[in-house]
């Protein structure tokens, strides 16, 4: 299974929340794959130069080259913007940055690994686990 990582989980990550590098760990050993989707990458790169925080960024850079860094193409572009409309027509939007993880999850077939699923319930056929 490939798991795709939410913010708040390299966040979390990156703070060494032990239980989180516990359920990261029990995963790998089970031969799951775990991925970094380009809009979390973004966020957390941003964050992280935005406050100067030379440590978390060499932290974060050995994490990603440990794990893959996806990208997003027409497909992943394509999907989004279908989530985006039909979350408006329902009246019920999400951010972008959301839309663009669960359209990388979707097109690609992974699980979301969050600690918020609450961004996610309103997207159709994204599976998400809650760490």
Same mark, same amino acid.
């Given at each position: 299974?490939?798991?795709?990582?939410?913010?708040? +989980?390299?966040?979390? #990550? #990156?703070?060494? $929340?032990?239980? #989180?590098?516990?359920?990261?760990?029990?995963?790998?050993?089970? &031969?799951?794959?775990?991925?970094?989707?380009?809009?979390?990458?973004?966020?957390?790169?941003?964050?992280?130069?935005?406050?100067?925080?030379?440590?978390?960024? %060499?932290?974060?850079?050995?994490?990603?080259?440990?794990?893959?860094?996806?990208?997003?193409?027409?497909?992943?572009? $394509?999907?989004?913007? %279908? +989530?985006?409309?039909?979350?408006?027509?329902?009246? %019920?939007?999400? $951010? $972008?940055?959301?839309?663009? +993880?669960?359209?990388?999850?979707?097109? &690609? &077939?992974?699980?979301?690994?969050?600690?918020?699923?609450?961004?996610?319930?309103? +997207?159709? &056929?994204?599976?998400?686990?809650?760490?």
């Amino acid at each position: 299974m490939t798991f795709a990582l939410d913010t708040n +989980i390299v966040s979390a #990550l #990156l703070k060494n $929340d032990e239980s #989180l590098f516990q359920m990261f760990d029990a995963e790998m050993d089970k &031969g799951n794959i775990f991925v970094v989707p380009p809009v979390v990458y973004y966020e957390i790169k941003r964050g992280l130069l935005a406050v100067n925080a030379l440590n978390q960024l %060499k932290l974060f850079d050995s994490l990603c080259r440990k794990l893959f860094v996806g990208s997003m193409a027409i497909a992943e572009w $394509d999907e989004a913007a %279908k +989530i985006y409309a039909g979350l408006r027509q329902q009246g %019920k939007p999400i $951010d $972008d940055a959301d839309i663009f +993880i669960a359209a990388f999850c979707l097109v &690609g &077939g992974y699980t979301l690994v969050t600690r918020n699923a609450n961004h996610f319930t309103r +997207i159709e &056929g994204l599976k998400v686990t809650v760490w």
